[in-house]
């Protein structure tokens, strides 16, 4: 927002100070919004010592599914217990915000009631994008812009963009670690001794 796009004495014609968007580069609001970065960074650590919550009920992969996991991303993404699993070792390297950001970004997208997608829309925002947000994740100015544009109407579509970035970024970075990480070996050796097992 530029400078001269509200008179600054005029708190009434000034809503953005108010927002939840963060869109505001007055000093009053960007000093606040310093402040509230650094509590909500500081009880961000703290909620990162907390044991992780079962993100999703599945079952026990085979030993061929978690083979599997290393062929692709894509089969990694497409099983539930992959993501699972891939969800955990992101935590490890605090990044677990993007599979949380990825998988709301899913369930927004099947979404069909409109008042629920606004909704969902706007604590997808709050949550990831806010700059106000322990668990921003990192989106280039290009993709940012495009979603504050489309929140004036949020869509099951709003957030298409920042998925694909946040999953390409997952990909490129997070995937290659958690093949060769303790989190996959241990998942391998435990298919191992269970086809031993059965044999």
């Given amino acids: 927002m530029s400078s001269d796009a509200a008179p600054p004495a005029a708190p009434s014609r000034n809503p953005c100070c108010l927002c939840w968007c963060c869109c505001c580069s007055c000093s009053w609001c960007v000093g606040t919004?310093?402040?509230?970065r650094r509590r909500a960074?500081?009880?961000?650590?703290?909620?990162?010592?907390?044991?992780?919550?079962?993100?999703e009920a599945c079952a026990p992969p085979s030993p061929e599914e978690v083979q599997s996991w290393a062929q692709s991303f894509d089969k990694l993404m497409h099983s539930p217990a992959g993501?699972?699993?891939f969800r955990?070792?992101?935590?490890?390297?605090?990044?677990?915000?993007?599979?949380?950001?990825?998988?709301?970004?899913?369930?927004?997208?099947?979404?069909?009631?409109?008042?629920v997608v606004d909704e969902k829309a706007r604590l997808i925002y709050e949550d990831y994008v806010s700059i106000l947000s322990?668990?921003?994740?990192?989106?280039?100015?290009r993709v940012?812009?495009?979603?504050?544009?489309?929140?004036?109407?949020?869509?099951?579509?709003?957030?298409?963009?920042a998925q694909l970035q946040i999953y390409t970024l997952m990909h490129r970075d997070s995937y290659p670690r958690f093949l060769s990480s303790p989190t996959y070996r241990a998942l391998l050796l435990r298919g191992g001794s269970q086809s031993s097992n059965e044999a």
Avoid at 33 to 36: A, D, K, P, Q, Y
Avoid at 47 to 53: A, F, G, T, V
Avoid at 146 to 158: D, L, R, V, Y
Wanted: hydrophobic fraction near 30%; charge should be negative; proline fraction near 5%.
């Fill in 33 to 36: 919004r310093n402040e509230e």
């Fill in 41 to 55: 960074w500081r009880a961000s650590r703290e909620s990162k010592l907390q044991p992780l919550p079962s993100c």
């Fill in 83 to 85: 993501r699972s699993a």
């Fill in 88 to 115: 955990e070792f992101l935590r490890t390297e605090y990044s677990e915000e993007n599979m949380l950001f990825w998988l709301a970004c899913e369930e927004l997208k099947a979404e069909a009631n409109q008042h």
């Fill in 134 to 141: 322990p668990k921003e994740v990192s989106l280039d100015s």
């Fill in 144 to 161: 940012r812009e495009g979603i504050n544009k489309k929140m004036q109407e949020p869509s099951a579509h709003t957030f298409d963009d």
